[in-house]
């Protein structure tokens, strides 16, 4: 069982009965003498995404899982059941919507670089790489020599993501989009 202070991102662990992921961890060290360093940890419940957040002394244990994490590509939609398939040895995972909704606007078909976090074989949630390259399928159009004004307009992509975008941006251009804020960072 690890301690609280060895809480990662990305860290899966078991808290009464349910599986969270851990999303954020705020390290607070009072300065009071004899205070204990405190670990704010916010958790999604994987899977349904259910947020929860909890505060550790940095000595207390959690209930770790054993999490094998698996890099796949995302093959295809059907209903609300999206599959992926192993890299390695070729074998598909299918989850559903609800698990991933947060990761689905940025879910293009064929993307690779997608990394699944299996639970005793069992597809629990994926893991989007940092940054990813969409094209832009609508937007407005934009001024002639609006790149010294620091103004945005909104950009619709393939996926239904609408998110604001420099205002001399124009459709069937690629961006880089963070995939952790949502926020464009650069041209691709």
Do not use: C, W
Request: aromatic share 8%; charged share 25%; no cysteine.
């Amino acid at each position: 069982m690890p301690k609280a202070s060895e809480i990662k991102r990305g860290h899966v662990v078991e808290i009464n009965g349910a599986l969270y992921i851990a999303i954020q961890v705020d390290v607070k060290s009072p300065s009071a003498r004899g205070a204990a360093t405190l670990y704010k940890v916010r958790f999604n419940q994987v899977p349904g995404g259910r947020k929860h957040e909890e505060t550790y002394v940095g000595d207390d244990f959690v209930k770790d899982v054993q999490l094998e994490r698996r890099k796949v590509s995302f093959l295809y939609k059907e209903d609300d059941q999206y599959t992926f398939m192993d890299l390695e040895d070729y074998s598909q995972y299918s989850i559903n919507a609800d698990a991933i909704e947060a990761q689905l606007p940025y879910l293009m078909d064929g993307m690779e670089g997608i990394t699944a976090l299996l639970v005793d074989g069992l597809l629990i949630t994926v893991e989007l790489p940092g940054t990813v390259v969409m094209e832009i399928i609508e937007t407005v159009p934009g001024m002639k020599a609006a790149s010294a004004t620091g103004r945005n307009k909104p950009a619709r992509f393939a996926t239904g993501l609408e998110i604001p975008v420099p205002e001399y941006l124009e459709a069937g251009q690629k961006v880089k989009i963070n995939t952790e804020t949502g926020k464009f960072l650069s041209r691709a």
